[in-house]
C-alpha cells in the first residue's frame, strides 16, 4: 500500500511527483507555461534577442555607408552631391518652378487670379505684362516692396485703386508676408515662364542684391522711382 490514498492527490510516488521533470510535463499538460530549464534558456526571446542584434548591426553598417557626413543635401535626389560645400545649392528650373506656382497659389492668385489676367479696373494682369518679362530690377522691387500710383503696362498708362502689397518686411507696413529672397526669386521665375511669358529665370541671388541695396525702403514704389525698361 502506497502512503498517498489512490482517491486524492496525483497518483505519483513520492520520488517521482518532486522530480522537476514531471512535474514540466504534468504543467504543460495542464496549459501552464513550461518552465524554463534552471540556469537555462527558452528559444524565443533568445531568437528574437539574434534578430534585434542583427538588425542593429545591419542599421550601423548601412549608416556607416550612407551617412553621407550626416548632410541632409546628401539624402535629397536633387542635389549633385559634387557641389556639396564648394558653393550654394539652387534647386533645377522644374522644382523653382513647382514650388513658385505654389506660392502665388497661396497668396498672389487672390488679386491676379489663377489665369493671370488680374480683375478689370481692380488688379492688372501678369499675364502678357511688359512689367513681368521686362527689367529684372524693376520686377523685384514691385514684390519685395509694393507699387502705387499710375503705371505704365505695356505701353499704357493705367490706374489701380489698390496698391500691390509688399512682400519683404517694411518698417511701417502692417504686411505679413515676410517672405524670404527666395520665395520671391521662385514666384518671379514662376510668372515669368507661365501663361504664354517666357523670360529668363531670377536667381534668390539677384532678390537678395537688390533686396540689400534697397533695405531701407519705407514705402510702395511709384513707377517713376523704378528703372525703366
Ligand atoms: C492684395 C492684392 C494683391 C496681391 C496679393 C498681389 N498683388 Fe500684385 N498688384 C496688385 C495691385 C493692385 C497692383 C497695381 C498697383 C498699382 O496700381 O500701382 C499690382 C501690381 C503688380 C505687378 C506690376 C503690374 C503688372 O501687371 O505687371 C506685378 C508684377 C505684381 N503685382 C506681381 C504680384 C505677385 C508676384 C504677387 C504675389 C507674390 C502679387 N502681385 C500679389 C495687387 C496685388
Known amino acids: 500500500m502506497s502512503a498517498v490514498p489512490s482517491n486524492f492527490g ?20 495542464l496549459g501552464q507555461k513550461p518552465q524554463p ?4 534558456y527558452s528559444l524565443a526571446p533568445l531568437a528574437l534577442l539574434g534578430f534585434m542584434s542583427a538588425l542593429i548591426l545591419f542599421g550601423c553598417i ?26 550654394k545649392v539652387e534647386l533645377p528650373l522644374p522644382d523653382i ?12 492668385v487672390k488679386c491676379h487670379q489663377a489665369t493671370g489676367a488680374g480683375a478689370p479696373g481692380a488688379y492688372p494682369q501678369l499675364a502678357g505684362s511688359d512689367i513681368v518679362t521686362g527689367n529684372e530690377e524693376r520686377l523685384i522691387r514691385i514684390v519685395l516692396h509694393g ?11 493705367v490706374v489701380y485703386p ?12 502692417a504686411n505679413t508676408f515676410n517672405w524670404s529672397d527666395e520665395k520671391i526669386a ?18 534668390a541671388e ?24
Not at 518652378?97 to 497668396?107: D, F, N, V
Not at 507699387?147 to 498708362?157: P, Y
Open 10 to 29: 496525483p497518483r505519483l510516488e513520492p520520488a517521482a511527483a518532486s522530480d522537476e521533470s514531471i512535474q514540466r510535463v504534468h504543467g504543460a499538460l
Open 162 to 173: 489698390n496698391k500691390m502689397p509688399n512682400f519683404a518686411p517694411m518698417a511701417g507696413s
Open 62 to 87: 548601412f549608416l556607416v555607408h550612407n551617412r553621407g557626413g550626416f548632410s541632409p543635401l546628401v539624402q535629397n535626389r536633387h542635389v549633385d552631391p559634387a557641389t556639396i560645400g564648394t558653393e
Open 97 to 108: 518652378i513647382k514650388s513658385g506656382a505654389k506660392l502665388y497659389a497661396l497668396e498672389c
Open 147 to 157: 507699387l502705387k500710383d499710375s503705371f505704365k503696362l505695356n505701353g499704357a498708362e
Open 186 to 203: 521662385y514666384v518671379l521665375t514662376y510668372i515669368r515662364q507661365e501663361w504664354g511669358n517666357q523670360a529668363p529665370p531670377i536667381t
Open 37 to 40: 530549464e534552471p540556469g537555462g
Open 206 to 229: 539677384r532678390v537678395k542684391e537688390i533686396h540689400a541695396a534697397t533695405a531701407d525702403r519705407k514705402a510702395e514704389w511709384t513707377f517713376g522711382e523704378l528703372p525703366a525698361k
